[in-house]
């Protein structure tokens, strides 16, 4: 039986996962401003690892994990991430960060494998992607809901499903 990690390494293509989101122009932009310093992992080995205990890690601020998140997924956040949020999590568990794009939740994951965290992914397209492959996501009341915050404008004509919230 093969690992949830060999899996990810079987479908990872030098860590650029061009096709892995519903529109090709937005994994263009993606890969145009990560580091690829951290490995990407797609919204469907996010399900898997998630069937196996994967530890999920929100790093969007708290406004943006009220309007919505990943159920069960723990809010770390971007500006104010203090290791000691983390520290009760073994640093041999598999441990996927997350925000709205990818790129915020890139740096906390340098941040954990600098720590010492020996499987950290990065899922590749944040949350819009994870709502635009219609995943469910949940508010502050864990009530699911279709809002989705959008840190930035700039960004907002990718997520194609769900209601972008300012």
């Known amino acids: 039986?093969?690992?949830a990690l060999t899996v990810i390494c079987l479908t990872c293509s030098?860590?650029?996962l061009q096709d892995s989101t519903t529109n090709p122009e937005f994994s263009e932009r993606l890969?145009?401003?990560?580091r690829h310093s951290i490995p990407t992992i797609t919204v469907d080995e996010l399900a898997v690892l998630m069937k196996q205990g994967a530890v999920v890690l929100d790093a969007r601020e708290q406004e943006e994990f009220?309007?919505?998140h990943i159920r069960r997924a723990r809010h770390v956040g971007y500006i104010w991430f203090d290791m000691r949020e983390v520290y009760d999590i073994p640093k041999t568990d598999t441990v996927v960060v997350y925000c709205a794009i990818g790129n915020r939740s890139?740096?906390?994951g340098e941040k954990l494998l600098k720590a010492g965290?020996?499987?950290?992914?990065?899922l590749y397209g944040g949350i819009y992607e994870w709502v635009n492959q219609r995943n469910p996501v949940y508010n502050a009341d864990d009530v699911q809901t279709t809002e989705?915050?959008?840190y930035d404008k700039n960004w907002s004509p990718w997520l194609t499903r769900g209601t972008p919230v300012h």
């Open 31 to 34: 890969n145009s401003i990560y």
């Open 14 to 16: 030098g860590g650029f």
């Open 148 to 150: 989705v915050h959008v």
């Open 106 to 108: 890139e740096r906390i």
């Open 1 to 3: 039986m093969w690992s």
């Open 66 to 68: 009220d309007v919505s």
């Open 117 to 122: 965290y020996r499987h950290v992914f990065n």
